[in-house]
């Protein structure tokens, strides 16, 4: 495996965020509603990028919040920020509603690590900008077939098959992909 | 070539979720003993996550906001070692135990209401029978307080390893000092034998809460227990033990649930 940029480390991992979550586990619904708005715009821009169905979105975001408001303790705060595990969470249950399959992943198994500190909106925005300028910068055979890996949920032979590049490259090109934007954070 | 570099490509693909079969297996048993491949997953998702955050869109309707809070609102908060996604389908007791207690008052509302009409004729009788007939409503309000109580924590005992068909749930309140339990899917104890509830404390050896055995259907209710005063639970546990209980736990615990 190549050397790959390591991501920054999250910073001060969003204590704010941790308290809220200590909260929740402790019932209180006033700390789900503040999570909830801090972080439902996320959860559900993913989600209808995805399905491009507002009505499943909002679904896809009911479920998500009830998970956690069922299992706080599926969130590692201690290892990854909650905006980027609630935004891979997201997509995950959007690809199995948009296949019409069983979600595939338990949350409780969705560690992440890593990764520049979101829980702030302004702090949000700026890796949003930053995150577009990577993809903008990116080959455009590459963003493609990350784009249709991530949002559109096509597998690598599917992406394949509708590119009519090999499997392999694909394969590559969605692997270089991440890394270019990891390198950018890294940076 | 380190034994993990092969896995380089299919680990991003993993990480989409996007992986099957044979060459999904061959990762997640590489995965198991490759710690070097399990923080790039970790790290992988996070970027992942980032890709995500490009995506733009409207704020989610004001209403999906009032839908989550009136569910919240709605659902007990509860404690479960292994609830699968969706949300499992509740146990039969979960499901029939407001019903038949609300069926049981009904039922003494109409008993004491007969007992009414009789009691020009049996004035010195029904005196007694209305006591005992009160202090069962009583009992039953308590056991209704309990379930609908806004503390009421509930707790899921689930098996340590699989099997994991047996199930339990403690619901107690701190605030009224009682507690109930109930399980289901018990396998039938040996002649003698009987499962033991124990209360385990945040400090200090487990206590024994009550011995039950399990129907021909392998559930089992015990309802109606006072929770030691003092005690703050941190977990709660079943052990098979003696049929006239134990003082402390004799064998492996056989279900285990934690009160977060």
């Known amino acids: 495996m190549e050397p790959i940029p390591q991501s920054a480390p999250a910073r001060g991992n969003s204590a704010d965020d941790m308290k809220l979550v200590a909260r929740i586990r402790a019932g209180d619904q006033q700390a789900m509603s503040e999570l909830y708005d801090r972080y439902a715009k996320v959860v559900y821009a993913v989600a209808l990028r995805v399905l491009q169905d507002a009505s499943a979105a909002e679904d896809v975001l009911q479920d998500i919040f009830m998970q956690l408001w069922r299992k706080p303790d599926a969130f590692d705060g201690s290892r990854g920020t909650l905006a980027a595990w609630l935004a891979v969470i997201s997509r995950h249950r959007s690809i199995d509603r948009l296949r019409q399959r069983r979600p595939e992943l338990n949350i409780e198994e969705c560690m992440i690590a890593g990764g520049p500190d979101l829980q702030d909106e302004a702090e949000r925005n700026l890796v949003v900008e930053k995150v577009r300028s990577v993809l903008a910068e990116m080959n455009p055979d590459q963003r493609r077939a990350l784009e249709l890996a991530y949002f559109e949920g096509l597998t690598h032979t599917e992406i394949a098959e509708k590119t009519g590049e090999p499997l392999g490259t694909i394969k590559t090109r969605i692997r270089t992909g991440l890394q270019q934007l990891r390198a950018k954070f890294a940076a | 070539m380190k034994a993990h570099e092969k ?147 509930h707790v899921s005992l689930n098996p340590q390893k699989s099997p994991r068909q047996p199930s339990g749930t403690a619901i107690f309140s701190p605030s009224q000092k009682r507690m109930m339990f109930m399980a289901s899917n018990m396998p039938a104890v040996p002649q003698g034998k009987a499962y033991e509830l124990w209360i385990i404390p945040t400090t200090g050896a487990p206590i024994p809460a009550g011995v039950f055995k399990p129907d021909g259907h392998g559930n089992a209710v015990m309802m109606d227990h006072t929770m030691p005063s003092g005690v703050e639970a941190k977990a709660f546990a079943i052990t098979l033990e003696k049929e006239e209980g134990s003082d402390k736990p004799t064998s492996p615990i056989l279900l285990m649930g934690l009160v977060s």
């Open chain 2, 7 to 153: 896995f380089a490509d299919d680990l991003t693909l993993y990480a989409l979720n996007e992986l099957a079969g044979e060459e999904r297996l061959a990762i997640e048993q590489h995965l198991q003993t490759c710690a070097s491949c399990r923080r790039e997953l970790e790290m992988l998702r996070s970027d992942l996550g980032l890709l995500g955050l490009s995506s733009s869109g409207p704020q989610p309707p004001a209403r999906s906001r009032q839908r989550l809070m009136r569910t919240i609102a709605a659902e007990p908060r509860g404690v479960s070692l292994e609830q699968p996604l969706p949300a499992p389908k509740k146990s039969w007791w979960q499901e029939v135990m407001p019903a038949l207690a609300i069926l049981g008052l009904v039922f003494i509302v109409m008993s004491l209401w007969r007992t009414d009409i009789r009691r020009k004729d049996e004035e010195t009788g029904l005196v007694t029978h209305n006591q005992e007939q009160a202090a069962q409503l009583d009992h039953l309000n308590q056991e209704l307080r309990l379930l609908t109580s806004p503390d009421a924590v």
